[in-house]
């Protein structure tokens, strides 16, 4: 059965390819980006693939923007707008940290409120956060992202349960490390405020973590499992892939039980 899905953060990488997937597939989307020359972009797309798009622009963290999904009816919501950047947590300027807070989580927050309000008067409905692994996981150089990715859990758990007595549902999707160019603009960032004589944080280590991106999955594959399960009536709370990305988080939160310091 067709549903309408309105998907955040549409204009780049998984977003925007799971977008035109899910249109593929006959459903109605509404998909909103951040910035104007997006909305451009991705109706070009959906008209090279010869489907039809709702496309708008709406930054998440603008008040008015935020306002203009009261005027859409929508079977489920996909939160999937989020930025990224990396560096060492001890040294980074708080305000990176911040901005990363105010998408990934309060925006997120507050647009997933918009969608929870429609459907508890409607009692049914689904709220699809797009996770990460990271939102289970953490490592050196990566702590900016995964703790707004921790927080997004926590949100999403604590609504889950919540929002069962209306009838809505409340998952995750957490994608490994798909080659979207979102990874690796984080990467690159931090260098614009690190500089190695003033910082402590070892600038070789650093540049290690940058070099294991070389080995990312293909992002169609997660744009795939994407497009299947969010239109779905019933699947697991989390939804983790690729299998071995799985695999990892179980195991990282295994050991986190048994580490020493």
């Not at 020359?37 to 991705?42: D, E, H, K, M, R």
């Not at 956060?129 to 926590?154: D, I, N, R, W």
């Not at 999707?173 to 979207?180: E, R, S, V, Y």
Request: hydrophobic letters at 40%; glycine letters at 6%; proline letters at 4%.
């Amino acid at each position: 059965m067709a549903k309408t899905i309105f998907i955040t953060g549409a204009g780049t990488g998984l977003g925007k390819g799971t977008a035109l997937g899910l249109a593929k597939e006959g459903h109605r989307v509404i998909a909103s980006v951040e910035i104007f020359p997006q909305v451009t972009a991705l109706r070009e797309a959906a008209e090279a693939e010869g489907v039809d798009l709702e496309v708008f622009k709406m930054d998440i963290t603008d008040p008015e923007d935020q306002a203009l999904m009261h005027k859409y009816d929508f079977d489920i919501f996909v939160a999937n707008a989020a930025i990224n950047e990396g560096g060492p947590i001890s040294e980074v300027p708080v305000d990176k940290l911040r901005e990363i807070m105010e998408v990934n989580v309060f925006s997120t927050l507050e647009t997933a409120q918009i969608a929870a309000e429609k459907f508890v008067e409607k009692r049914s409905g689904k709220i699809v956060f797009m996770s990460s692994m990271a939102g289970l996981m953490a490592s050196a150089y990566t702590g900016l992202y995964a703790a707004s990715k921790h927080a997004l859990e926590a949100i999403a758990k604590t609504m889950k349960e919540e929002m069962e007595h209306f009838g809505v549902q409340v998952a995750t999707i957490n994608p490994g490390p798909f080659n979207t160019g979102f990874n690796d603009r984080a990467a690159e960032a931090k260098w614009r405020w690190y500089h190695e004589d003033i910082h402590f944080s070892p600038k070789e280590e650093m540049q290690k973590v940058d070099e294991g991106m070389s080995d990312q999955f293909d992002p169609e594959d997660m744009i795939a499992k994407m497009v299947e399960v969010i239109p779905k009536d019933s699947h697991k709370f989390r939804t983790a892939y690729p299998p071995e990305t799985e695999k990892q988080m179980k195991e990282e939160e295994a050991e986190n039980w048994e580490k020493d310091i």
